[in-house]
Nanobody, 127 residues
Framework: QVQLVESGGGLVQTGGSLSLSCAAS????????MGWFRQAPGKEREFVAA????????FYADSVKGRFTISRDKAKNTEYLQMNSLVPEDTAVYFC????????????????????WGQGTQVTVSS
């Protein structure tokens, strides 16, 4: 089992920045990827970004490409999401996720590639 604890988030104005962190504990040696998903009220959970744990290859949703940066610190078992140029459409609950099953990278965009989830943290962008 892997436990995930998110931190960061909050309220920011349009154009502002926020940083999220997600610390993993437990059987972290088996992690193959970590990612971020978000869910806005009345909408389905959607992919935001992912990173392959061992090599560090990154993947982004088109809606955040160029504005968000995902990174990880293997020594701390922590992933980060730096969010810049935020817009109201980024308002959502952001969930950290981790996966330890082997999939091709095209599946990284799917929530099914992740079997561990954090509790979520609210990000609100005001106009």
């Amino acid at each position: 089992q892997v436990q995930l604890v998110e931190s960061g988030g909050g309220l920011v104005q349009t154009g502002g920045s926020l940083s999220l962190s997600c610390a993993a504990s437990g059987r972290t040696s088996r992690m193959l990827r970590m990612g971020w998903f978000r869910q806005a009220p009345g909408k389905e959970r959607e992919f935001v970004a992912a990173i392959s744990w061992n090599v560090g290859i990154t993947f982004y949703a088109d809606s955040v490409k160029g504005r968000f940066t995902i990174s990880r610190d293997k020594a701390k078992n922590t992933e980060y999401l730096q969010m810049n140029s935020l817009v109201p459409e980024d308002t959502a609950v952001y969930f950290c996720a981790a996966g330890d099953k082997s999939y091709t990278t095209d599946y990284y965009y799917n929530h099914g590639a992740y079997n561990y989830w954090g509790q979520g943290t609210q990000v609100t962008v005001s106009s």
